[in-house]
């Protein structure tokens, strides 16, 4: 591979050989701790994002995800809440001491998530999204950078040189699927750009299950599929009664069914040397 021709730098693994981690308050990204992100597609109600938040604390868990901007493929979707979704994540967050994920879709949207969210999110329709990419890099706070669904690992990593370049060099990526000739799942999971990403950058690769498979029942084998060949950590969506979310209750699992998911990485985290 000949790296260079694509002129990658900042990301490029020789600019950190020993691998970037994103410290948190008293927690961390990358190198040695898988890190579970979990929550809601979207925020819907201080009750539901109270209940998500303490059963994630349950488990021990870190990081609380649920989206408040929803860039949806229908116009008739659901598209969150916006700032009053922001508020109540936060509020559910503090409350359990969880960090927070949540998604920016354009300008606007990017300066209330940063003023309410720990981490800010660029979700796939929006990786080529230059003008966000660019405000992204002069925030100081994490992105959470996934891949655009038809993107390939060069333009991905193109992205998130676009964020460093700006001068924010807390990103992570999210392998989240792309868009193959398949159609018995949303998208199609690519292993393949875990040890891709370990092997031409530093940054830290976390993988949404969630997203790429697309119904509940395949979750658990992405994740430790994902696990296994060397990501940082999972991104999963999760609801305590998936049949009713507003959005992408399909893909999303229960609380037990998460609760399952988590006991049985536990298991793996020794065989494969990982901290939680
Ligand atoms: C999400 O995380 O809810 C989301 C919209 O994901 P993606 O950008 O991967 O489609
Ligand atoms: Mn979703």
């Known amino acids: 591979m000949n ?25 961390s990204i990358g190198e040695g701790v898988f890190s579970i992100i979990a929550g809601p ?33 229908s116009p008739y979707a659901f598209h969150g809440l916006e700032e009053q979704g922001l508020i109540w ?6 409350k359990y001491g969880l960090i927070t994920v949540s998604e920016a879709v354009d300008l606007e949207s990017l300066s209330l998530v940063s003023e309410y969210s720990d981490i800010i999110q660029i979700g796939s329709r929006n990786m080529y999204n230059s003008t966000l990419l660019k ?8 992105v959470l950078l996934k891949r655009g669904m038809s993107a390939t690992i060069n333009e991905w990593l193109m992205a998130a040189e676009s964020i460093m370049v700006n001068g924010n060099e807390s990103i992570f990526l999210c392998e989240r699927g792309i868009r193959t000739f398949e159609t018995t799942t949303r998208n199609t999971f690519d292993i393949s750009a875990i040890p891709v990403i370990k092997k031409l950058s530093h940054l830290p690769i976390i993988a949404d299950p969630s997203h790429s498979f697309g119904s509940g029942y395949g979750v658990s084998s992405i994740s430790m599929g994902a696990m296994a060949a060397g990501a940082d950590g999972l991104l999963i969506e999760i609801h305590p009664n998936p049949e009713a979310a507003l959005s992408d209750g399909k893909q999303s699992l229960s609380l037990e069914e998460f609760t399952i998911l988590v006991n049985r990485l536990h298991a793996l985290k020794e065989p494969l040397n990982l901290r939680f």
């Open 3 to 27: 790296f260079q021709k694509f002129s990658l730098k900042l990301v490029n693994r020789s600019y950190k050989p020993l691998g970037t981690t994103i410290k948190i308050g008293d927690t």
């Open 41 to 73: 597609c979207a925020v819907e109600s201080p009750e539901q994002i109270d209940l998500i938040a303490s059963h994630v604390k349950k488990l021990n868990l870190r990081f609380l995800r649920g989206g408040a901007f929803k860039p949806r493929t």
């Open 89 to 94: 994540l936060r509020e559910s967050a503090n």
């Open 135 to 142: 405000a992204a890099g002069s925030l100081r706070k994490p």
